[in-house]
């Protein structure tokens, strides 16, 4: 088998189970050995540096990169390789308007979120659903520059807020009933993960992905070894180049044993 020498993680499904709530433990044991033999970590997940740090994960995990944001940013042993940021400009314009008409909102940067909540029903809704730790007070935040706007809003108000993301050029993307996200750049996985391949100077036979939903795909078509849980999405199974357990019967930690990255 090829030397691997990095391994992409996605989050959600895949190191933390939402039936549990928690993270797969022998999964997570079978990282730290794998660490230990040199191969570098690397969380590949949609979810923010924020998220991942309330949730304790650098805790457990020895990572040694991230991929952020669903490849909106990407970071390697603490060097940011890149950020897609919003123009400063745009995405002050964005603020504005959305005080001016009384919406909640996320602002969420690339190490911190921020929330204005104005809508308190709407927002205890989004995250009774979502397990995702509450953002930081709007009154916090200081300017910095974000990697996207998420608005807490119904499908009543698309028609308004599609006209502003064309107004300013932005990728409109409802992903649930009370969110819409604005950015600026199109987030692919896959970006993230040949920054890292640059600067590390790796190869695709050198790394192996783990995912289980659509959004994975790319990050599949970027290496050699993908995995894919078997509780995972049938299209993402179908791109992957292995299909394991599902997340509750370890299946991250039987891979690893399988293609002998582990003992």
């Given at each position: 088998?090829?030397?691997?020498?990095?391994?992409?993680?996605?989050?959600?499904?895949?190191?933390?189970?939402?039936?549990?709530?928690?993270?797969?433990?022998?999964?997570?044991?079978?990282?730290?050995?794998?660490?230990?033999?040199?191969?570098?970590?690397?969380?590949?997940?949609?979810?923010?540096?924020?998220?991942?740090?309330m949730l304790n994960t650098f805790n457990l995990i020895p990572l040694d990169g991230f991929v952020v944001h669903n490849g909106g940013a990407s970071i390697i042993d603490d060097k940011i390789l890149y950020a897609d940021f919003m123009d400063d400009d745009i995405k002050n314009d964005i603020i504005n308007f959305l005080n001016e008409h009384h919406f909640s909102y996320n602002?969420?940067?690339?190490?911190?979120?921020?929330?204005?909540?104005?809508?308190?029903?709407?927002?205890?809704?989004?995250?009774?659903?979502?397990?995702?730790?509450?953002?930081?007070?709007?009154?916090?935040?200081?300017?910095?520059?974000?990697?996207?706007?998420?608005?807490?809003?119904?499908?009543?108000?698309?028609?308004?807020?599609?006209?502003?993301?064309?107004?300013?050029?932005?990728?409109?993307?409802?992903?649930?009933?009370?969110?819409?996200?604005?950015?600026?750049?199109?987030?692919?996985?896959?970006?993230?993960?040949?920054?890292?391949?640059?600067?590390?100077?790796?190869?695709?036979?050198?790394?192996?992905?783990?995912?289980?939903?659509?959004?994975?795909?790319?990050?599949?078509?970027?290496?050699?070894?993908?995995?894919?849980?078997?509780?995972?999405?049938?299209?993402?199974?179908?791109?992957?180049?292995?299909?394991?357990?599902?997340?509750?019967?370890?299946?991250?930690?039987?891979?690893?044993?399988?293609?002998?990255?582990?003992?």
């Amino acid at each position: 088998m090829d030397k691997i020498k990095a391994i992409f993680l996605d989050f959600d499904w895949t190191l933390f189970d939402h039936k549990t709530r928690t993270f797969n433990e022998r999964g997570i044991k079978a990282l730290q050995e794998a660490h230990q033999k040199g191969i570098k970590l690397i969380i590949n997940s949609a979810r923010t540096y924020y998220s991942l740090k309330m949730l304790n994960t650098f805790n457990l995990i020895p990572l040694d990169g991230f991929v952020v944001h669903n490849g909106g940013a990407s970071i390697i042993d603490d060097k940011i390789l890149y950020a897609d940021f919003m123009d400063d400009d745009i995405k002050n314009d964005i603020i504005n308007f959305l005080n001016e008409h009384h919406f909640s909102y996320n602002i969420m940067c690339l190490y911190d979120t921020y929330i204005k909540n104005t809508n308190p029903k709407l927002i205890e809704e989004f995250y009774s659903v979502f397990y995702e730790p509450y953002p930081l007070p709007i009154s916090k935040y200081k300017n910095e520059q974000a990697l996207s706007i998420q608005i807490f809003s119904s499908v009543e108000d698309d028609d308004a807020l599609k006209d502003l993301a064309k107004k300013y050029n932005l990728i409109f993307n409802r992903f649930s009933d009370k969110n819409v996200e604005l950015c600026q750049k199109e987030f692919l996985k896959s970006k993230g993960v040949q920054a890292i391949f640059d600067y590390l100077n790796l190869k695709k036979e050198n790394a192996f992905a783990f995912g289980d939903d659509i959004n994975d795909i790319s990050m599949f078509d970027a290496v050699k070894y993908s995995v894919c849980l078997g509780n995972g999405h049938k299209i993402a199974k179908e791109h992957a180049f292995y299909v394991t357990d599902t997340i509750e019967n370890d299946g991250l930690y039987k891979a690893l044993k399988h293609f002998k990255i582990i003992d």
